[in-house]
């Protein structure tokens, strides 16, 4: 099949054979036959929700919701949009995510602006947030929370929870520029950016000047987890897309994840909390290494929908805040 064809050269149809009134070319066409045709090429490029993308990729071109698109299969669109959708298709089928050709992701009940600097946010990770301010409910309104999300790329975990509470105060680290000039907007679209400092650096280090230490009440990540090794395992979206520097977290994955579990016993407050990401099989590793560490208690791990254990939830509880206690009792 003539996939190769340009959708920027007029007369050239993007997939199918001649004569096909689906097949995507530059001339008028109806958008019950682009969305046909999109389908078709998306399908033979081996995209599995095919019909879905395609549904997707011409309601945003349209600026209508996918569900309404079938109320406006009889419009026609002049063969210059009809080339823009071809150009849009042809970039789903070379594997491109669907949220970077939108450029935006929904996460929860926000919609984020998304680039190929930032990882497109996951729904794991919406459960993340659902999570993190749970053992901080019932605080009295006018206790203030100091939150940290290391790593924050498009600024999802740290705009959602600032939406979620006015109570928190929150620092969001990454140590990619784009990301933070991404996540810096995403926070003001949705009205917290005064609520979030952003500081570009390496996880805990940008915090030092705040002084922040023995502060913290809630660390949260969604670190890079992936083994290097598994990179070229990976589906072609996210291995030829998606940041390096967001998905891979050195030889085992778990290169960050120890430096975040380790860092944050300087910045916790007594009794506060961690909550991280992790990947598939991480678990056991993630937990000896947790309790290696001593100050951490009431370690859990949570399953996702697919039944992972993929959030580690733990309570800093340092061995000088035990004597106190235990000196208070007795
Ligand atoms: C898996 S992505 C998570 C992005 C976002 N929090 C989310 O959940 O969609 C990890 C992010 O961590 C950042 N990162 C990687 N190593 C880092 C480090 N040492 N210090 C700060 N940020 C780091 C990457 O740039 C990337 O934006």
Same mark, same amino acid.
């Given at each position: 099949m003539s996939d190769k064809?340009?959708?920027?050269?007029?007369?050239? !149809?993007?997939? !199918?054979?001649a004569g096909n009134t689906d &097949?995507?070319?530059?001339?008028?066409?109806s958008v019950q036959s682009i969305?046909? !045709?999109?389908?078709?090429?998306?399908t033979a490029a081996g995209i599995e929700n095919a019909r879905q993308d395609a549904e997707f990729l011409l309601?945003?071109?349209?600026? @209508?919701?996918?569900?309404?698109?079938?109320?406006?299969?009889?419009?026609?669109?002049?063969?210059?949009? &009809?080339?823009? &959708?071809?150009g849009r298709v042809e970039r789903r089928a070379a594997r491109c995510p669907l949220q970077y050709i939108l450029g935006h992701a929904e996460f929860l009940d926000l919609s984020f602006r998304v680039s190929p600097h930032v990882l497109i946010p996951r729904p794991e990770t919406e459960q993340l947030v659902q999570e993190a301010l749970k053992p901080f409910e019932g605080l009295p309104p006018d206790r203030r929370l100091t939150v940290v999300d290391l790593g924050t790329g498009s600024g999802v975990i740290a705009v959602s929870l600032a939406k979620r509470t006015q109570q928190a105060r929150l620092f969001a680290t990454?140590?990619?520029?784009?990301a933070l000039a991404l996540a810096r907007e995403n926070a003001a679209t949705h009205g917290v950016e005064e609520r979030i400092t952003f500081?570009? !650096?390496?996880?805990?280090?940008?915090?030092?000047?705040?002084?922040? /230490? @023995?502060? &913290?009440?809630?660390?949260c990540s969604n670190p890079p987890y992936i083994a290097e090794a598994d990179h070229p395992t990976l589906p072609p979206e996210v291995r030829d897309y998606e940041p390096r520097g967001a998905l891979l977290g050195g030889p085992d994955g778990l290169a960050v994840v120890r430096r975040i579990l380790v860092g944050a016993q300087a910045f916790l407050r007594p009794h506060g909390h961690l909550l991280v990401e992790i990947g598939f099989g991480q678990a056991a590793a993630v937990r /000896?290494?947790? /309790?290696?560490?001593d100050d951490y208690d009431n370690i859990q791990l949570l399953k996702d929908y697919q039944g992972i254990e993929r959030l580690v939830l733990a309570s800093y509880y340092p061995w000088s805040a035990r004597l106190q206690s235990s000196n208070q009792e007795a």
């Amino acid at each position: 099949m003539s996939d190769k064809v340009s959708p920027a050269g007029p007369g050239n !149809g993007v997939a !199918g054979a001649a004569g096909n009134t689906d &097949v995507l070319g530059a001339r008028p066409m109806s958008v019950q036959s682009i969305l046909n !045709g999109s389908t078709k090429r998306l399908t033979a490029a081996g995209i599995e929700n095919a019909r879905q993308d395609a549904e997707f990729l011409l309601a945003d071109f349209l600026a @209508c919701d996918h569900l309404k698109l079938f109320t406006q299969g009889a419009k026609i669109l002049n063969p210059d949009d &009809v080339m823009k &959708v071809a150009g849009r298709v042809e970039r789903r089928a070379a594997r491109c995510p669907l949220q970077y050709i939108l450029g935006h992701a929904e996460f929860l009940d926000l919609s984020f602006r998304v680039s190929p600097h930032v990882l497109i946010p996951r729904p794991e990770t919406e459960q993340l947030v659902q999570e993190a301010l749970k053992p901080f409910e019932g605080l009295p309104p006018d206790r203030r929370l100091t939150v940290v999300d290391l790593g924050t790329g498009s600024g999802v975990i740290a705009v959602s929870l600032a939406k979620r509470t006015q109570q928190a105060r929150l620092f969001a680290t990454d140590l990619s520029p784009e990301a933070l000039a991404l996540a810096r907007e995403n926070a003001a679209t949705h009205g917290v950016e005064e609520r979030i400092t952003f500081l570009a !650096g390496d996880l805990f280090e940008p915090l030092r000047p705040f002084g922040l /230490e @023995c502060a &913290v009440d809630l660390v949260c990540s969604n670190p890079p987890y992936i083994a290097e090794a598994d990179h070229p395992t990976l589906p072609p979206e996210v291995r030829d897309y998606e940041p390096r520097g967001a998905l891979l977290g050195g030889p085992d994955g778990l290169a960050v994840v120890r430096r975040i579990l380790v860092g944050a016993q300087a910045f916790l407050r007594p009794h506060g909390h961690l909550l991280v990401e992790i990947g598939f099989g991480q678990a056991a590793a993630v937990r /000896e290494f947790l /309790e290696s560490l001593d100050d951490y208690d009431n370690i859990q791990l949570l399953k996702d929908y697919q039944g992972i254990e993929r959030l580690v939830l733990a309570s800093y509880y340092p061995w000088s805040a035990r004597l106190q206690s235990s000196n208070q009792e007795a």
